[in-house]
């Protein structure tokens, strides 16, 4: 009996060692890889001229105004129905970069991103993401308190459908590590922690991934300026929602939008060792029919 007992206290223990293996191999590399830092409206204003900025809004909210200049890089223009049905998937690397070098927009360029967080959904976040994923190799900027902010300090906006800008060479990079899988998840288990971003009612309660804590997107900016949380601010929010920071996060939302908007807050925080599943709920959902 006893020589049975140790023999399952053995097994356990290399589950659980398994299972944290898995998880520091999923997640080892979670750090974005590139050089992603908050910058405020008045720096970004006074360095106009040599930074690319980059609008997450939907296209006709761009349209009726925006930064000089700004390229409309909506998720809803970049996102698509993939061939096993997952709704909100983001284009292939090549197809993205193709679209960069359109735009008049290099590898190596320096690019800000922005939104509004409300009409956007959070999109300046999974632009972000997309830029870590393709291995950007020139500095990503989050504009804190996006294009409202931009506008109540008075700075020009433009009105127009857009420009033609010569086009450049948009090299790829490709960091894996900044994508996980339902499966990856799944193996992973309990060695992870898993944050559900979408909203309480509608999304939540109907349904969730297993073991997942809930903390509504919405919780990662504040203010009428939709200014993300401080490191502090951020730490807190976590550890009082249950979140160990001594485990991997991966944020997680419906198709990757709101979750790159959390996961971006995160790594603007420095506090690292997460992952934005851009897959979210409807891959989950189809792999686990």
Request: negative net charge; aromatic residues 12%.
């Amino acid at each position: 009996m006893t020589a049975k007992m140790d023999q399952r206290l053995f097994n356990c223990a290399i589950r659980t060692t398994m299972m944290s293996l898995i998880a520091v191999f999923l997640l080892s590399a979670s750090a974005t890889g590139i050089e992603l830092k908050k910058i405020q409206v008045d720096d970004a204003a006074a360095d106009e001229n040599k930074l690319i900025f980059i609008d997450a809004r939907p296209v006709k909210v761009w349209q009726q105004s925006h930064i000089p200049n700004a390229r409309s890089f909506s998720w809803e223009s970049y996102t698509r129905v993939d061939t096993a049905g997952v709704k909100y998937r983001t284009f292939p690397p090549k197809e993205l970069s193709e679209a960069f070098g359109k735009m008049g927009i290099s590898h190596t360029d320096a690019v800000v991103v922005y939104g509004d967080a409300d009409t956007s959904w959070g999109g300046e976040g999974w632009v972000a993401w997309v830029f870590a994923w393709l291995g950007h190799q020139g500095p990503v900027y989050a504009l804190d308190g996006g294009f409202l902010l931009w506008q109540k300090k008075g700075y020009p906006v433009e009105k127009n459908k857009g420009k033609n800008f010569p086009a450049k060479k948009y090299q790829i990079d490709l960091q894996p590590d900044q994508h996980i899988s339902a499966v990856d998840i799944a193996k992973a288990g309990n060695a992870i922690t898993l944050v559900d971003t979408r909203h309480y009612f509608t999304e939540w309660l109907p349904g969730h991934l297993p073991g997942a804590i809930h903390i509504p997107w919405e919780k990662f900016y504040h203010g009428e300026n939709r200014q993300f949380l401080s490191a502090d601010e951020l730490k807190k929010l976590l550890t009082d929602s249950g979140v160990d920071l001594d485990q991997p996060v991966v944020y997680y939302c419906t198709g990757g939008i709101r979750s790159g908007f959390t996961w971006m807050v995160h790594e603007l925080a420095g506090l690292g060792n997460a992952k934005n599943f851009e897959g979210g709920t409807e891959e989950w959902d189809q792999t686990n029919k």
